[in-house]
């Protein structure tokens, strides 16, 4: 699914490293709407009220609280199709097992849903995918049998039913243009297209680990070459290479992409790759990725590098490094005035990084007031026709007996 303004990507953006949960404790929330209105990462945590970012005011960015379910968990996913038709993917921690279920918003309240019965069974909760317009697809993220894997659901506006033709086998990186032109990895080298009546593959000429559809018969893969120039490093060793590649409405070309080289002497089992592209709202493409080594087995290490690229319609260059704590860290969204990026950090367009502030729990949520909290969200996402912005994630509040995680949407207050 991509957020309105072009960018979603499963394994980065938004996608936070999952802190656990000593305990099973609910939070004891209500299921009604808290903050001033009825989205990966954690930002920094604190205790005792105060925040570890000091809270600026004007021109400042606030995520405020939507909503705080009632049950300890988290929230893994969000789709926002109109002002009154949000769906949330919940999981609820209950001992050794987890339950996934959704969440609706109708305009009026928070509603909580079973999974539809269309849905294949899979060992985690599901994803959501946004087929244009107001189709919405649900997927099984991890299947347990080959046949669950080929069972979506879908959403019309008014009730879930079964895909007819989704996707063969368990994709990976999920991206559509609109519900006439849909593309899915398929394993490292094989993509799926569907044209509103079919499913096609195409060979892919490299390993690829992403995939960003900037509009129609315009699509870009990443991923790494083991093949060609920068490869061979003699006695049977190898370096790996970044890759790139696009679709021309035609067929898939690779493209010249910079090589990675570490200094001599070279630290062992050097490789460079891609690991992230995407698409902004102005139809840029960005890709993102690591020149990393086998660590550990030599002094003075070099340090790991990360790869920052820009397509500038005929080369790919590299791009101009963001202010401060933004220099290292990738795109979760798009909007006119700047980017959103993980971590609850944003670069305006003019280059300013500015972290995005957050509240703490209402204490009836259980957060005592000395408690260590911090917000981590899986995914970010634009309200269709407005400027505003959702998130859906969960709070982690470490306390001592009582530890505990707090489903959450969040909203994106603007300072003035």
Not at 108 to 116: M, N, Q, S, Y
């Amino acid at each position: 699914m991509r957020a309105a303004a072009g960018i979603r990507h499963r394994g980065m953006v938004a996608v936070a490293v999952l802190a656990s949960v000593v305990t099973a404790a609910s939070c004891g929330a209500g299921s009604g709407t808290t903050g001033s209105r009825a989205s990966g990462s954690a930002d920094a945590t604190d205790s005792g009220g105060k925040n570890a970012v000091p809270r600026a005011s004007k021109g400042s960015l606030t995520w405020e609280f939507e909503h705080i379910a009632g049950f300890n968990g988290e929230l893994t996913d969000i789709a926002v199709l109109a002002q009154d038709d949000i769906w949330a993917v919940g999981t609820q921690f209950d001992g050794d097992r987890n339950a996934a279920h959704l969440l609706h918003y109708d305009g009026t309240r928070w509603k909580r849903e079973p999974l539809p019965e269309a849905l294949g069974a899979g060992l985690y909760p599901p994803l959501f995918e946004e087929i244009g317009g107001e189709a919405l697809w649900l997927r099984p993220r991890t299947a347990e049998d080959a046949a669950a894997a080929n069972r979506w659901a879908q959403w019309d506006g008014t009730r879930w039913s079964a895909v007819p033709n989704p996707p063969p086998g368990n994709p990976g990186d999920f991206e559509a243009a609109g519900p006439n032109d849909i593309w899915a990895q398929s394993g490292e080298r094989t993509a799926e297209h569907w044209d509103g009546t079919r499913w096609t593959s195409t060979r892919l000429p490299y390993d690829t680990s992403d995939l960003a559809v900037v509009g129609p018969g315009d699509v870009w893969a990443v991923g790494r070459r083991s093949t060609g120039p920068g490869t061979e490093l003699g006695d049977d060793q190898s370096y790996s290479q970044p890759a790139s590649m696009h679709w021309d409405g035609t067929s898939w070309k690779s493209v010249r992409t910079p090589q990675g080289r570490f200094e001599e002497p070279l630290p062992p089992e050097p490789s460079a790759g891609l690991l992230q592209v995407i698409a902004l709202g102005n139809g840029e493409v960005r890709a993102y990725g690591v020149h990393t080594f086998n660590h550990g087995e030599v002094e003075n290490e070099p340090a790991d590098q990360s790869i920052q690229l820009r397509w500038d319609g005929s080369k790919w260059v590299e791009q101009e490094p963001a202010p401060g704590g933004c220099a290292r860290r990738t795109p979760v969204g798009s909007e006119d005035e700047g980017l959103f990026l993980n971590g609850n950090w944003y670069v305006t367009d003019d280059g300013r990084c500015v972290k995005i502030q957050r509240h703490r729990l209402p204490q009836p949520t259980g957060a005592r007031k000395g408690s260590n909290q911090s917000l981590w969200l899986k995914e970010i996402h634009r309200v269709p026709g407005t400027d505003e912005w959702l998130g859906a994630g969960h709070v982690q509040v470490n306390q001592s007996g009582d530890p505990f995680s707090a489903p959450v949407v969040v909203r994106l207050k603007r300072g003035g």
